[in-house]
């Protein structure tokens, strides 16, 4: 009978030994994930103040000093040990109270065309150069590039005083957030 307990026992004893292995394994599989696709933003600082043309955003916009930031130069690069990525598997999202109390997003893929449908949005993204990436080249970790965030839906809410949520994702890999403090809407100052 002892035996028959010791036998019991022992066999627990490895099946949860087996499944705290599994556990292991999956959670180390999702961290290298994490890991393995990660943004980090060396810069951002003001891109345009000014009134966009009613069906696209013109890269020269008429400076019409509204007040609000309209424009958002990001500079920034993969996290060391990341894989390579191409620009369409990278992307922001701004979330704001668009200053009538209503939940409102800005959000587009990183693509040196026109990612979406909606010209306003698009984040051309760039060498340090200013030479465009094009969506299939994959960026290696490390490589430093720019691209533009438009703040079209909450511009309302880039003033002086406010701030702005972004989030910038790599597909299957992990999100990097920051809190944009707005202290001046002046172009070229930054944000971070």
């Not at 760039?126 to 839906?153: C, P």
């Amino acid at each position: 009978a002892l035996i028959l307990v010791a036998a019991v026992a022992s066999t627990v004893i490895i099946k949860t030994a087996e499944e705290l292995q599994d556990r292991a394994e999956k959670t180390g599989d999702d961290t290298r994930d994490q890991i393995s696709g990660k943004l980090l933003v060396t810069d951002a600082y003001i891109g345009a103040d000014c009134t966009y043309a009613a069906n696209a955003f013109a890269a020269d916009c008429d400076a019409s000093a509204d007040g609000d930031i309209d424009m958002i130069i990001v500079i920034a690069k993969l996290a060391s040990g990341s894989d390579n990525t191409l620009p369409t598997s990278m992307s922001y999202t701004i979330a704001c109270d668009n200053g009538a109390g209503a939940f409102a997003t800005d959000h587009s893929l990183l693509s040196g065309t026109d990612a979406d449908t909606d010209a306003l949005h698009d984040a051309d993204i760039r060498t340090m150069a200013g030479v465009d990436i094009t969506d299939t080249t994959a960026l290696a970790s490390g490589e430093q590039f720019k691209f533009s965030i438009h703040t079209t839906n909450c511009d309302d809410v880039a003033v002086v005083g406010g701030s702005l949520s972004l989030t910038l994702n790599v597909e299957g890999g992990g999100d990097t957030r920051l809190d944009l403090e707005i202290e001046t809407v002046a172009i070229g100052d930054k944000l971070i």
